[in-house]
């Protein structure tokens, strides 16, 4: 069964379908309509006929409200885009007319479809759009071209061929020939291909992607509380030049080919016959974008073009509207100038990601088989403060050896040959590979054992080869292994329910695997030799963006492309004001018994030295405990019991007593779990159980946790034995252990200034998060996490799972009842007034959805728990894959800003409230921020103000109680990130009720 987000998404896409047909049927008028009385408006857009594609689509969209008994007008219109973080196929490839809506006239839409102001991925569609009155609307005007060009560049679906596709090269995407940004040339490739206009699941998931969902201008964005500080940031400002005012950058026109002609290359090449005329243009195969007003006639300019054939073409360009720097259509042409820029500049591009590398700069790390190529990530969106350029420094790792090589050494290490398919499976499916002959990556979804390359065959236009000849006539390359299995890799952009993902099949012995492995990872040596190379300074950070404006203005070709399309980048990084919010005087960490306490938070956000200096707040006596070990690890119990009783007594309330302790004779994982089943009873009442292990094994940790987590309920810690060798460091080991064993019983080790009663009402603090396995395609794990009392000391925890990949909840009004009852049994029968939410994990895309599904579940939970509870709620989407970076002024050393350091203006979303909070302090490197969008804030009886908001936030990063320090999150996220990640990693269950109350997953 789909998911409810996929049950809401087909539902929406169903509807604005139906409003495309009706508008489609509103402008199904002649190309040149008589003489209005005023300027024409949407009425005087063309509707050509349908395609085979556009039908396509329409049938199965039709076909999806059928089979879930959708009620189309029942829900607004969703809007076209992508989803964040992802390369999808923009809303112009898609074909979505209908004959019938043509023949049958209605009303246009009363909800116009409205533009996202978000970032841009460098050369993708805007990430979301939705209903905003602080973002750019588009026109009823825009609905229309943007159905007519979907349906122009529709083409016939052809059926899928029996034989593999070949390998990239085989059929190369060429460069259009008259356009100078070609944008949305996956649309075009997608149509050559002869992909049909039906719509899989992640496509018409994407439809509803909203960025702007939100885009309400708030009456207080900007904070005041804290001390203002001037910083640098790696965004460039992009300086408009040219003739036209500054509020329009393009001007768009709808083009008509006549006679019609569906080829997107011969429409380019049409086109581009007409430079003289058209200048510098952005096409997608039906609407054109020109940095210049062309020399109209009544809102027209009519032109002829003969090619080689001489068949002579007229070609109308009706001008549609004037786009202004927030319009995503606009940020979307400025990514692919600077994707061209970066090309002209010798990188290589990668554009799903948005980032460029500059082979001929790469760096060899030899003792480890290793070489980085350095590079740069950049994306254009529209901010508070104009135009801005992201511009971030960004490495790839590629590792020297041949997949074939990994082949061969992990044949020599397996057992058997099911073994040996095991080792390479689990280390290749789902990570990327390089083909060094054409410098593209490749994810790797499936090995092939029974093809080798002399057994893959595929059609060209000379006839059948195979990939050993192919390789030889297309790159010179002699494929030495003939009889080596194949990587495959699925081709998801021809993904829909009428042609099956086509493979593409890849030679090992020339594909080389990108990024670290585990086992490397794992590596001291080579996290620290990768890390010289890829862990920037601040100040190195800077100089590298120096360098990149200075290589974009001093190139002819780039700085003549920028100046082309009414640009020009700036000097130097973008300076901006910004302010710190940690006070010396209240900041500080309650401990001691009930928080007598008071440790002010200093600027390096490390407080373990006091915390081992006093006791926590609230804990049991650890009296009843029980520690399981193998004869093996004689020694390491005596250290673990000898330092148990000399250091963490001072850090506990009551007694630490002697622990009952179990050897076993042997140490496979059958012995800890037959210990763990024969000692804890109803009748031993164990509070917790310690397993010493002699080596880290994932598979023995797994079902150790398993039994403790759903099979055996009891909180329970897992310590290496080797850890415990260093003389030096026990103490500072054995002291952290106690901390997190407390945590786990359900004590409460420190805790934070939050606001009062009378500040706020009666507080519930909720982390939101799920867990995506992506690698192994495991379910998806939806963790929920909620604080008991007013400091956020305690918790309770319910954790679902979900779909496989589906970042959005549909169980949180079970698991929000749940949380709700606790909190009133623990408070006197009281329930929250004020309901602080952080959701973790949603993209950009994602945010109309969090407020359209899982908001008013939680809603819906509340009236479940009493009909007239109606408590305030403040949801805080958390984002902390960003690439905007900060540097501090102080002193004229650009170095990385404090802990607590807030920026809420210039670079911040417009019409959004949102900030970036330095909640932790990093010794190496250049320390990230984390992105808050406050997605909805009601004033309820006590209100919430910016400030408040960015207070709390910054003070709950130091609640985590497995660091004694801040954290990139507060700490109910990450806690909730923790949960979600035990029960889809390690323990592939739904953990025992009996541990809900207690963090015993930390």
């Given at each position: 069964m789909p998911s409810l987000a996929e049950l809401v998404a087909m539902k929406k896409a169903a509807?604005?379908?139906?409003?495309?047909?009706e508008a489609a049927a509103a402008v199904a008028q002649p190309l040149h309509p008589p003489a209005p009385t005023e300027t024409p408006g949407p009425a005087a857009c063309p509707s050509p006929r349908p395609t085979g594609r556009g039908r396509g689509m329409m049938a199965a969209m039709a076909q999806s409200a059928s089979a879930f008994n959708l009620a189309p007008q029942?829900?607004?219109?969703?809007?076209?885009?992508?989803?964040?973080?992802?390369?999808?196929?923009?809303?112009?490839?898609?074909?979505?007319?209908s004959a019938a809506a043509a023949s049958q006239p209605s009303p246009a839409p009363s909800e116009p479809l409205l533009s996202s102001s978000g970032a841009q991925s460098a050369g993708g569609r805007g990430r979301g759009r939705g209903p905003s009155s602080g973002s750019v609307a588009l026109s009823a005007t825009s609905q229309h071209i943007l159905e007519l060009r979907t349906e122009s560049s529709s083409s016939a679906a052809r059926p899928k061929s029996a034989t593999p596709s070949p390998p990239s090269g085989a059929s190369p995407v060429n460069e259009r020939g008259g356009g100078d940004v070609s944008s949305s040339s996956r649309v075009a490739a997608g149509s050559r291909s002869g992909r049909t206009g039906a719509v899989s699941t992640a496509q018409i998931e994407s439809l509803t992607s909203d960025l702007a969902s939100q885009c309400l201008e708030p009456a207080e964005k900007r904070g005041s509380y804290g001390r203002h500080i001037s910083l640098h940031t790696n965004h460039l400002v992009l300086e408009k030049i040219g003739n036209r005012d500054d509020a329009t950058y393009f001007t768009m026109y709808h083009v008509d080919f006549s006679p019609p002609t569906d080829n997107l290359n011969f429409r380019h090449r049409l086109l581009g016959s007409h430079r003289a005329t058209i200048g510098k243009f952005s096409f997608d195969g039906s609407v054109l974008f020109t940095p210049n007003p062309l020399p109209c006639q009544n809102g027209v300019l009519r032109l002829k073009a003969n090619l080689a054939d001489d068949r002579p073409f007229d070609i109308s360009l009706k001008h549609v509207r004037d786009l202004g720097p927030t319009d995503p259509d606009t940020t979307r042409i400025y990514g692919t100038v600077f994707q061209k820029i970066m090309r002209l500049l010798k990188f290589e591009n990668e554009r799903k990601s948005g980032k460029s590398f500059d082979p001929e700069s790469k760096v060899s790390?030899?003792?480890?088989?290793?070489?980085?190529?350095?590079?740069?990530?950049?994306?254009?969106?529209?901010?508070?403060?104009?135009?801005?350029?992201?511009?971030?420094?960004?490495?790839?790792?590629?590792?020297?050896?041949?997949?074939l090589q990994f082949m061969a050494t992990a044949r020599r290490s397996a057992r058997d040959e099911e073994h040996f398919k095991k080792i390479v499976a689990e280390e290749i499916v789902g990570t990327s590979v390089l083909t060094p002959y054409n410098k593209k990556t490749y994810k790797i979804d499936d090995i092939d054992w029974q093809t080798s390359p002399e057994g893959c065959t595929f059609e060209t236009r000379d006839g059948p080869v195979n990939l050993v000849q192919y390789y030889k006539q297309h790159y010179d390359i002699s494929i030495v292994d003939r009889s080596q299995p194949l990587l495959v890799h699925i081709d998801k952009k021809r993904r829909n329910p009428e042609i099956e993902p086509t493979n593409i099949y890849l030679v090992p012995e020339l594909c080389q695997l990108t990024g670290l492995s585990d086992k490397m990872r794992e590596d001291f040596r080579v996290m620290k030799d990768v890390g010289a190379h890829t862990r920037v300074a601040p100040r190195d950070r800077l100089t590298r963006m120096s360098q990149f404006i200075s290589r974009v203005n001093s190139s002819p070709e780039a700085s003549e492309e920028l100046r082309a399309w009414g640009l020009k980048l700036a000097n130097q990084p973008l300076e901006l004001p910004a302010r710190n919010i940690l006070n010396a005087r209240e900041d500080c960490v309650f401990m001691g018994p009930q928080g007598s306490k008071r440790v002010l938070i200093t600027d390096k956000c490390d407080f373990s030295n006091q915390l081992t200096a006093n006791k926590?707040?609230?804990?049991?006596?650890?009296?009843?405990?029980?520690?399981?070990?193998?004869?093996?690890?004689?020694?390491?119990?005596?250290?673990?019991?000898?330092?148990?009783?000399?250091f963490v007594p001072d850090l506990l309330h009551g007694t630490v007593e002697r622990p009952k302790d179990v050897r076993l004779d042997g140490d496979r994982a059958e012995d800890y779990i037959r210990a763990i089943k024969d000692h804890v009873t109803t009748t031993t009442n164990i509070q917790i159980v310690v397993c010493l292990l002699p080596t880290k094994?994932?598979?023995?940790?797994?079902?150790?946790k398993r039994q403790c987590c759903i099979s055996t309920p009891v909180a329970s810690q897992v310590i290496i034995s080797r850890t415990l060798s260093n003389d030096s460091k026990r103490k500072r080991i054995v002291q952290n252990i106690g901390l997190q064993m407390v945590a786990k019983m359900g004590g409460e080790l420190w805790g934070v200034q939050l606001p009062t009663v009378q500040q706020v009402g009666r507080l519930m603090v909720v982390g939101i998060d799920v867990y995506h396995e992506a690698k192994k395609r495991s379910e998806s794990w939806l963790g929920v996490c909620c604080s008991l009392n007013q400091h956020a000391t305690r918790y309770k925890s319910s954790v679902h799972k979900q779909t496989p990949g589906v970042e959005l909840g549909g169980f949180y009004n079970v698991l929000f009842q749940k949380s709700l009852y606790k909190y009133r049994e623990m408070n006197d029968g009281e329930l929250p007034e004020r309901i602080l939410i952080y959701r973790d994990g949603v993209g950009d895309g994602q945010m109309r959805l969090v407020r359209e599904t899982e908001i008013p579940q939680l809603i819906s939970a509340c009236r479940a728990i009493q009909p007239d509870y109606c408590p305030a709620f403040t949801v805080v989407i958390c984002q902390k894959r960003i690439n905007q970076r900060f540097f501090d002024m102080r002193g004229g050393d650009k170095g990385n800003p404090m802990p607590g350091t807030i920026v809420d203006t210039d670079v911040t979303r417009r019409g959004f409230q949102d900030f970036y909070l330095v909640s932790q302090h990093v010794r190496q490197g250049t320390v990230t921020p984390t992105h808050y969008v406050v997605l909805r804030n009601d004033p309820g009886k006590r209100p919430l103000d910016v400030d408040c908001i960015q207070k709390c936030t910054f003070r709950l990063t130091y609640m985590y109680y497995n660091w004694p320090g801040s954290v990139r999150v507060p700490a109910p996220c990450q806690?909730?990130?923790k949960l979600a990640q035990l029960a889809g990693l390690n323990i592939s269950g739904t953990p025992s009720e009996l541990l809900s109350d207690r963090l015993y997953f930390i």
């Open positions: 509807a604005r379908q139906r409003e495309e047909q029942a829900s607004p219109a969703p809007s076209v885009g992508s989803t964040a973080g992802t390369s999808s196929v923009s809303g112009r490839g898609r074909g979505m007319g790390v030899s003792q480890h088989n290793v070489e980085i190529w350095p590079g740069y990530i950049t994306s254009v969106s529209p901010s508070d403060g104009g135009l801005r350029l992201l511009c971030d420094v960004s490495h790839k790792v590629i590792r020297t050896e041949s997949v926590c707040i609230k804990n049991e006596p650890l009296t009843r405990w029980l520690v399981i070990y193998s004869g093996r690890d004689q020694r390491g119990f005596q250290q673990l019991i000898d330092a148990f009783g000399r094994v994932e598979q023995k940790y797994n079902a150790i806690y909730a990130h």
